[in-house]
Each structure stands twice: as C-alpha cells, then as structure tokens.
C-alpha cells in the first residue's frame, strides 16, 4: 500500500523572490503561505498579519525566519532552533535570503535544511526522555553507590553540572549536581542528601577523573565555596565551542544541546511549568525563586544538562587534534579559566562610605546642571508648549527642542529610522551654535553614570564591601576579556574618575593598575619582522612623537615634538592605530581634526599614510599578504593559534567583504596583544598562590591588570609582574620588552578623585 505523502505547509514573512522548492531540492511539497501579504511593509507587526490558515490541515509547518516563529511560538530565536521540531509539527529555519549578506549562516542553513527534509520523509525518530536516561537521588546510600559506580567506570571522565539558587557563590547555595559517567543517562543528586561519605567519593571521583564542565567557572566557583572541592583536571565545553565558533553568543549548553545531541529542547516542560508558576502567584520573571521548582520537576533538567554535556564533550574533544587549537585550549582556555574564578572571587574593592558620598556628589553635579539649563527662559516655554516637564532622556522632545524652538541647525546625522539623531556626538557638535546641548550632555552623562553605576553598585556589595562579577573569555572574536554580570568592569566611565575613585584599596594596601604601552603595534612590529618599526620601540622614549619625527621628518628633538608639532604628532599617532584597524584617509582626517581642532584633509592623510609606509615598509606588506590570505582563505590564525573564521569574505557585499577583511588584520594584533597581557596575569595569578602572597588580582579591564596590594609588597608585586608580562613567549622584540606601565595609589583613580570632589 502506498504511503500518503505528509501535508506541509512553508510560511516566511511576507511575498519574497525566493524559491522555496529549490532551497530544499525540490524534497517534498507544501503550500505556501505569508505572515503579511503586503510586500512593502518593511517592519510586520502583528496588526500587519492578514494569513488565512488552517495549520491543523498539516502534518508539518515550516516556519521562514524569526517572525513566522514569534507569531505561532512563544520562542523568539529562529537561530537556536533552526532544522529543530518544536510542539509537535512546526519547524524553524533561517531565511535562506539571508545568505547573499550573511555567508557564515551557510552552514546552519544546509544542516537545518537537511533536518527539515529528514523530518518530513520520517527518518528522525523523537527521542523520549524517562527514568531510564534522566533520574533523580534523594536517598544518600543511593547517592553514594551512583558515585561509586561512577568511580569505577573505565572511562577517565564524567559530566558535572550544578543546580543553585543564584548566580553568585554567595548570593545563593547548591540545589543538587548532575552527573553522568557514560552520556546514556545520568544523574541529579539533591545535595539534601550529602553526607561526609558522599563528599569524600564525589572528591575521589574529581580527583580521578577529568571533570567536563559547561561553563566551569560558574560551577567550579559554587562547589569549591560551598563544599570546599577541588578539581585538579577540568575541561569545559563551552570554551570547546569557543575553539569551533569563536563569534559571541551561541556557546549556551541549550543551544548546544539543540544542534549536537538528539535530545532537543529538553528543558522546555520545566520551563512551562516555572511559566505556569509565575502566572498562578503573581511572580515577576525577575523575581522568580529558582529554589521554587519541586526537585521532581526539576530532576529531568538537571539530569539531561550532565548527559548533554557529555555527549556534546565527546563530539568538540576532536577539536584538539587541531594542535594550534589545542595550544590555546590547555595553555591559555583552561589555565584562564581558572585564573578567572579566582580573579572573581577576590572581587572588586568598592569603599562603601565613598560610594554613598559619591552618589550625593553627583547628584549636586546633576541638580545644578538642571539649574543652570532652566535659566534659559525657552525651557520653561517649551515645557508650556508641550503641557508636561522636559524629559533631556527623551529624542522626541529633545529634537523639538533643539530644532523647533531653539532652531539649531542639525548635523546631518540621522538614527536608523531617518531622523536627526541627537545621540552624544550631535550634543557635542551643537554645543558650538548654543550652551543648551552641552547642559544637556552633562546632564545624560552625570545621570547615567549615578544611576548604572553608584545607585546600582552599593546594593550589590557582599558583606566584605567587594564586588563580584564576570570576567568572560568566550565574550570575544579576538579573545579578549568581556565583563558582564553585577558590573562591566570594560565599561566604567573613562572622563570621570567617580566610580574609579570608589575602587580604593583597604587601609594598609594600595591598588595597582599595570597597563600595556602600545602593544598592538609592538605586535604588528614583530609579525612584520620591520626593523625600522621595531627600532623606534628599542630607542625608547615617548613612542608617538617618535613616529611623527621619524614620518614627518621634524627639525626637533623627539621629547619636543609633543609641544612644537602636536597636529603632526597626532597625526602619525592616529595613523599608527588607524594602520591596526584598517582606517582609511577619510577616517583617519575626521580623527586627527576631533583631537587635534585643526581641520586635517584626507589628502593630508593620505600623504601621511604614504609617508609612514615608505617608512615601515615592511609593514605595509605585512598588512597586504594578510589581507590577501583572509579574502583567499576566510580565515586566519593569530601568532598564539587562535583562529578567526571570517566567511563574509566571499559577500557580494563590497562593505561587508572589506569590513570581515580588516576585522582579520586587527584580530591579528589585538588578539596576540591581548593574550601577552592574560598570559602574563595567569602566571602571576600562581606565582601569588605558590608564594602565599597576600595581594590579590580583582580585575582585568582591556589592557590593564588591576589589583589590591599590601604596601609591603607593592614593589615586588610590580617587579615580579613585570617580568612575567614582559616574558619572552617567542613575540618579543629584542632589546626592547612590551611596554608596562605601572600606577599605584588609594583608589583606582589614581588621585583624580580627589583632585575633582575632595579639593
């Protein structure tokens, strides 16, 4: 008897050129259908949707991009779930139009393709989760043969996960561990049920086996602080990811556990339920008590989360047979990471009297600011005007009023819906016409940085008064640190020292911030191998005026330039960085005319960028033969081994091709420079532990390596840091070390605090 073909029906958003039936080989048939049928409507919203089916009269539903998924989901990332069957009959899929402007999405789109056409022939079984693949232990005996068990299995490793009730060591303690020994099921063991013999086996088990984390700075840091365990041999394979797709995001074990295991969204039935929860008692998502979920609920989750990572551990383990992979994975992944739970763990210093005498300081700033602005008598008109109190936050009102009633004349600058923007830099720029957008400014800049930061950082100290966040090592394509969590420790704000000065060192201690001087072009000198560049690092001195007396052949001594040609100095400087990231004339003019105030043309720095290559010339062919393998290869490896996929190379898109292009030439230095500064701070970091040193690294922030030093150690803490930045890891030039700039003092500041608010 013949089998009746399934039923399919295939819904993008609104009418497009694209030929469905081709995208997928012409597999199977479907009817088509569109979430709008009004092809102009750039944005569809869901007023905008007129489709008229019945998705009741098919077995399957292919869904075309994020929008067709919004509308008949409640799950809003068409990436994640891609090629994936979700309730029951509908599969998501990237829109294949996308891959004229995105060529990376080319190989999502082929595997989801593939999974989609499997579906509907029939050739992927559903996998049903039960007691036999998931379990929970509530029982210690039970508990403790499981390990044991565990113990004994010939495999050398086992997948650990932890279930806690925050997402900070001391915010919060351990619901339970998953475990799983062979990736066929595993387990979730309720720490209710611990006693000494089962942490006495769970340290046998870590002690004999690697331990496979996801995400092994979060729950080494929970186990250690609450149980006191160690984990001599680790891997995580979320920094295995890293290694295989470096791009930020899409390193979550959900995500993972979608595209590399055959168990799919298994979290979703306690994710209905947390939702169910929160509907019956009235909880705000943010509030949400994640110690709420009843451990039978919670106990598949948590299971499958150790059976994931297990399965998923085996899959990127091949990933090492790449050696330069696998150099930066065990030399800097593994080691960082655990530099990093420790970094965290010593926390940022913050000065709990300061911070509340700060957040007044800045609110006399603000209120007098808001004074000064409403002495111009059209504030208090437009308010008239408009019926209601003049908001500088909002764009609405703040374009009505600087152009409507103050007339000021717009930059040109317009948002992405196509009005004149009055973002910081159009604030700046309209100072000059008046004195309302720089009160303005004020204004936003002091607000924002009283309420992200001062009101924000007091009620999330922990009782020693530091502060604990994230420090990320996967948050990168260069593989420099990302902060995020409680405080981005990236993005304090630079031209106030308020929050700087917060960061004080305890009585009897100093805070020493270590900074790298120039290091992606002491980088690029090296992988250049330009001798007259690397000269001008081993005649010392003041590096930029050196480049502009080299370039513009300047009549004066080098520690001259500075006072005597300081537009040519800014102009070789901005030259040198905009050389790293791929700036042309025209943006390097714009440069040297902001910090200069002298109008710079791009004819002018064009000549100057020809100067300065006919100077380094070696540079310049460094620049050209890299940029020439990346538009041939799509990839490219730092001088550590770490590799940027850079697949936009082959866009038709002229913008996008070159923009991937210069994103490689900077990922070469910015990368190799950056590792020079986390290599130097992993060492130190055991040099500290080995030597029972009482100074403590809290912080890594772009090229800086902070931290809270006793006095008496100050010295030797600098010297011995030194040494280690500064150590030759095969990128040294002779004769000349990379560049260490020390500072040290109360606060983090560096005395400018004081200098503006205690004068």
């Given amino acids: 008897m013949q089998m009746t073909s399934p039923r399919v029906a295939l819904i993008e958003t609104k009418p497009s050129r694209t030929n469905f039936k081709d995208e997928f080989d012409n597999a199977f048939e479907f009817d088509q259908f569109q979430l709008c049928s009004d092809p102009s409507i750039k944005k569809v919203l869901k007023r905008d949707c007129d489709i008229e089916v019945n998705i009741d009269e098919y077995d399957w539903v292919i869904l075309v991009g994020s929008d067709a998924l919004k509308y008949f989901t409640k799950i809003t990332s068409v990436t994640e779930y891609s090629g994936k069957k979700i309730e029951g009959k509908f599969l998501p899929v990237i829109n294949p139009a996308m891959l004229a402007f995105k060529p990376e999405a080319r190989n999502t789109w082929e595997s989801s393709k593939d999974n989609i056409i499997s579906h509907i022939r029939g050739e992927i079984e559903d996998v049903v989760i039960d007691e036999s693949i998931a379990f929970g232990i509530q029982d210690t005996e039970i508990a403790n043969e499981f390990i044991r ?21 001391r915010d919060g303690h351990m619901l339970g561990i998953s475990l799983s020994y062979n990736g066929k099921c595993g387990a979730y063991i309720n720490t209710d049920c611990f006693d000494d013999t089962t942490e006495a086996l769970l340290q046998q088990l870590f002690d004999k086996k690697i331990v496979v984390f996801h995400n092994a700075k979060f729950d080494m840091a929970f186990f250690e602080y609450h149980f006191n365990f160690k984990f001599p041999n680790f891997e995580d394979t979320m920094l295995l990811h890293y290694l295989i797709d470096e791009n930020p995001g899409g390193h979550g074990l959900k995500q993972l556990s979608l595209k590399y295991t055959p168990y799919g969204d298994y979290e979703k039935p306690m994710y209905d339920w947390i939702d169910q929860y929160r509907k019956e008692h009235g909880v705000l998502k943010g509030d949400f008590q994640w110690g709420s979920i009843p451990f039978d609920v919670m106990k598949t989750y948590a299971a499958m989360d150790a059976v994931c990572t297990f399965i998923i551990y085996e899959k990127f383990i091949k990933i090492k047979q790449n050696k330069k992979l696998a150099w930066v994975y065990e030399n800097i992944l593994i080691p960082g990471c655990r530099f990093l739970t420790d970094t965290q763990d010593n926390g940022v210093p913050f000065h709990k009297m300061r911070l509340l005498k700060s957040q007044s300081l800045m609110q006399e700033d603000i209120d007098r600011a808001i004074e000064t602005l409403y002495e111009n008598p059209k504030i208090r008109k437009f308010e008239e005007i408009q019926g209601k109190e003049f908001n500088p936050n909002s764009t609405l009102q703040l374009r009505k009023l600087l152009f409507d009633m103050l ?44 309420n992200t930061y001062l009101d924000k950082i007091i009620p999330q100290l922990d009782m020693d008064s530091r502060l604990r966040t994230n420090f990320n090592l996967h948050g990168t394509t260069s593989g420099r640190l990302s902060s995020s969590g409680k405080l981005n420790m990236q993005q304090l704000p630079r031209d106030n020292p308020i929050v700087k000065g917060c960061i004080r060192a305890a009585p009897g201690h100093k805070i020493v911030a270590m900074d790298l001087t120039t290091a992606e072009v002491y980088v690029a000198a090296k992988l250049a191998k330009d001798e ?19 370039v513009f052949k300047l009549p004066c001594e080098v520690n001259d330039v500075a006072e005597l040609y300081p537009t040519e100095r800014q102009a070789a400087k901005a030259v040198t960085f905009g050389i790293m990231y791929g700036a042309g004339p025209k943006k390097i003019s714009e440069q040297v005319t902001k910090d200069s105030g002298k109008f710079f043309s791009p004819q002018e720095a064009k000549e100057v960028i020809d100067d300065y290559f006919r100077s380094f010339h070696k540079l310049r062919s460094w620049i050209d033969d890299n940029q020439k393998f ?26 996008i091709k070159s923009h991937s292009i210069r994103s ?33 690294i809290f912080a890594l922030v772009h090229d800086s390596v902070l931290a809270e030093v006793p006095e008496d150690e100050v010295d030797f803490y600098c010297e011995t840091l030194q040494k280690f930045i500064q150590l030759d890891r095969g990128i040294s030039i002779s004769g000349a070390p990379v560049g260490c700039d020390f500072e040290v003092g109360e606060d983090y500041s560096m005395g400018k605090f004081e200098k503006m608010y205690e004068q």
């Fill in 149 to 169: 068990t565990a113990i004994k299995h010939p495999l050398g490793y086992i997948a650990l996960d932890s279930e806690t009730t925050g997402l900070y060591p």
């Fill in 407 to 450: 007339g000021l004349r717009p930059t040109g600058k317009k948002t992405g819906t196509g009005a004149d923007s009055t973002d910081a830099e159009v604030l700046e720029a309209l100072s000059a016409q008046s004195e309302v957008p720089a009160l303005i400014l004020d204004i936003r800049q002091k607000s924002k940085i009283k």
């Fill in 630 to 655: 990346i538009e041939h290869n799509g990839f490219i490896y730092s001088f550590f081994g770490r590799k940027r996929r850079l697949p936009n190379v082959s866009s038709t898109d002229a913008g």
């Fill in 532 to 550: 007259a560049l690397m000269n001008v690092f081993r005649d010392g001195g003041n590096f930029h005026s050196a480049i502009a007396q080299k």
């Fill in 664 to 696: 490689g030439l900077n990922f070469l230095v910015q990368s190799a420079a950056s590792d020079i500064n986390l290599l130097g701070a992993i060492d130190m970091g055991e040099f500290i532990k080995s030597q029972r040193m009482k100074a403590r």
